[in-house]
């Protein structure tokens, strides 16, 4: 087998690694709008929220300790002890609902009925407001998070691969769990938004709230849960992003990253954020290794948007969304 | 003969008794200048009138879907069963026996047709079987329905679409539906049948009717109580046939007098001259 080709496979397979996590972000925006047809510019945001709220957690930090010591004189940081990663997760799982409810009783519930840009605006001074409160919370140094997810190169497959093809590929464990865990999460809210009553009920609050309204669903309960469930994708994208690069500041700016990904998956499909993403991590990872020696390299940087564009001329609603369904 | 149909008329038990309200939207805008009406158990009851004489609103302001609207209710009192609900939430309401179908069908356009009938049944805890039991009843009353239970709301046509909204109505075992301007857009045939389903809803499953319709001749064939709004204020009200047989009734709203029909032109200038308030 001609080394080149050996080395578009790594390509595609690492591609396809990535391309999970970028899914696993865009899910998070996908809930969101088929549920309230509101864009959150937030979702990055809440996932470095929920990464810094778990490593808190874990470690013992005292939340608000600047504030805290800045007026009271203390010097408090650590509560001295550490808390196991399961118990953790579980906890910062508590604190995104609890964001959930309070997203949407001061800020969602007195702009029902509003124009979708409106509701943008809000996401977007979300987003802002939330980092803030990380800040204050957390702290901002880089921090490292470490639940016990396996990390490094996967020896099974250097070797399997060692023996087929003369060389071995670079596949990180990280990234394998991340895929079983995106595949998880799909299948789960898939069967849930399908299947379930509370599901159907999301559905419904989607295509017409004041029919849902109508029918008695309480739009406050469907959008508390759905912004729960957001914020659980989150937590499960930061945790996964944390681990890979370290709990820092600039990982809401994945949330941008996530973009591409919609447009091309559409905005309204669950499984369509997960092609989208698996499609971008391939695309940009293969653009570079082919195109990218021909124009200098960093085609990463913009690869994906430019694939955007262009479904956004020729497709408008995705791969996979749902036709906008017009009667003449 | 007469008498004692009134006298058993009388004795109906009142449901809704909707008593001088006054709405107003966005603070500055007031649609309902007072609008008092009762719905009997086991009556059709319609509400009359043009557009923008308040009938959506009046239903609205029972249904307490207002609030998203930026409507709110100033005055006046909403009673269910002599309990007030004026300010209870919609799924209180629907938890209480009424259940609004809204203007303009409003199906849920991605769901299925049977999807969209579950939801109806949102709000109830009777457990699954008595839901699958009421859901054959619904295909039984809309069996147009049940060919097309797969197919997605938004693909079916409007005549579908007013079936899916009102067997959706049914599915939450409603004792009261507020059934907004059902014949809008529909052919003649099918506003026939669709108010042949309304009659025999209410007589073979007891329920109770509130009806908004701009079609008066319609509403009035197939209701047994009537009343006119004009301007936000109720102008006329009457037993249906009464209303039926009103001179003024008549000529304002089924364009006839006694010199026969009129033409269309005819009617608008008499009507701008004389008006009831």
């Known amino acids: 087998m001609p080394e080149q080709l050996v080395f578009a496979m790594e390509v595609i397979l690492n ?11 865009a899910l998070g925006f996908v809930l969101i709008y088929k549920a309230s047809g509101i864009f959150n510019y937030a979702q990055g945001v ?12 874990m470690s013992g930090q005292v939340p608000f300790a600047h504030i805290i010591n800045a007026t009271f004189g203390t010097h408090v940081h650590k509560f001295g002890w550490t808390v196991p990663a399961l118990l953790a997760i579980i906890l910062t799982m508590g604190v995104m609902v609890l964001l959930a409810w309070a997203v949407q009783r001061f800020v969602m519930r007195h702009l029902v009925g509003q124009e979708p840009i409106i509701l943008f605006m809000a996401t977007i001074g979300l987003a802002y407001f939330l980092e803030g409160v990380a800040d204050l919370m957390w ?4 921090k490292t998070l ?26 990180d464990n990280l990234d394998i769990v991340a895929t079983v865990i995106a595949a998880l999460l799909v299948a789960a809210l898939v069967v849930f938004s399908q299947y379930t009553k509370q599901g159907r009920a999301m559905r419904a609050v989607a295509d017409d709230h004041q029919a849902a309204l109508s029918v008695g669903i309480s739009l406050n309960f469907i959008w508390i849960m759905v912004w729960s469930v957001a914020g659980f994708v989150a937590l499960v994208a930061g945790i996964m992003w944390g681990t890979k690069s370290g ?17 091309l998956g559409g905005f309204t499909s669950i499984p369509g954020a997960i092609v989208g993403g698996l499609i971008i991590g391939v695309g940009e990872k293969l653009f570079e290794f082919a195109i990218g020696p021909l ?17 956004l001329v020729f497709r408008p609603q995705g791969l996979f969304g749902e036709k906008i369904i017009e009667r003449v | 003969m007469l008498d004692a149909a009134q006298t058993t008329e009388v004795q109906a038990e009142t449901l809704l008794e909707v008593n001088n309200i006054e709405v107003i939207y966005n603070h500055v805008i007031l649609v309902l200048k007072g609008v008092s009406l009762t719905v009997p158990k086991g009556g059709i009851t319609a509400l009359l009138g043009g557009n923008g004489a308040g009938k959506t609103t009046t239903l609205k302001a029972i249904s307490n879907l207002l609030q998203s609207e930026r409507g709110e209710v100033t005055k006046g009192s909403i009673t269910y069963r002599g309990s007030n609900v004026h300010e209870s939430d919609p799924a209180d309401l629907v938890e209480k026996g009424v259940i609004q179908v809204m203007e303009g069908r409003h199906c849920f356009e991605h769901l299925t047709v049977e999807e969209n009938l579950l939801t109806g049944a949102y709000t109830r805890k009777d457990g699954n079987a008595a839901i699958q039991q009421d859901l054959e009843l619904v295909y039984t009353y809309f069996p147009r329905l049940k060919e097309r239970r797969r197919s997605q709301a938004g693909y079916t046509s409007g005549g579908e679409q007013q079936m899916v909204a009102m067997g959706r109505a049914l599915m939450s075992r409603p004792e009261t539906i507020l059934l907004d301007e059902p014949s809008m857009g529909l052919a003649p045939q099918l506003v026939e049948e669709i108010f042949g389903i309304v009659k025999d809803l209410n007589e073979k499953e007891g329920v109770s009717f509130l009806l908004a319709e701009q079609n008066t001749n319609v509403a009035l064939r197939f209701a047994h109580y009537g009343y006119i709004l004009e301007s936000g204020r109720v102008v006329m009200d009457g037993p249906a046939a009464d209303l039926r047989e009103n ?3 008549k000529e304002f709203y089924l364009g006839m007098s006694d010199e026969g029909r009129k033409s269309f032109r005819d009617v608008r200038s008499y009507r701008r001259r004389k008006r009831w308030l």
């Not at chain 1, 702290?139 to 880089?142: F, K, L, P, Y």
């Open chain 1, 139 to 142: 702290g901002s140094e880089i």
């Open chain 1, 146 to 171: 470490d639940v016990g997810l396996p990390q490094g190169i996967n020896l099974w497959i250097d070797e399997a691969t060692f023996n087929i093809f003369g060389y071995g590929f670079f596949i």
């Open chain 1, 247 to 263: 709990v820092q500041f600039s990982l809401s700016l994945i949330a941008l990253k996530a973009l591409p990904v919609l447009m």
């Open chain 2, 247 to 249: 001179p003024d009734v």
């Open chain 1, 46 to 57: 809440m996932a470095l929220f929920a990464a810094m709220t778990l490593v808190g957690i």
């Open chain 1, 15 to 25: 591609g396809l690694m990535a391309g999970v996590l970028y899914a696993l972000v």
């Open chain 1, 295 to 311: 124009v200098g390299g960093a085609t990463e940087n913009w690869f994906a948007y430019v694939l955007a564009l262009i479904f």
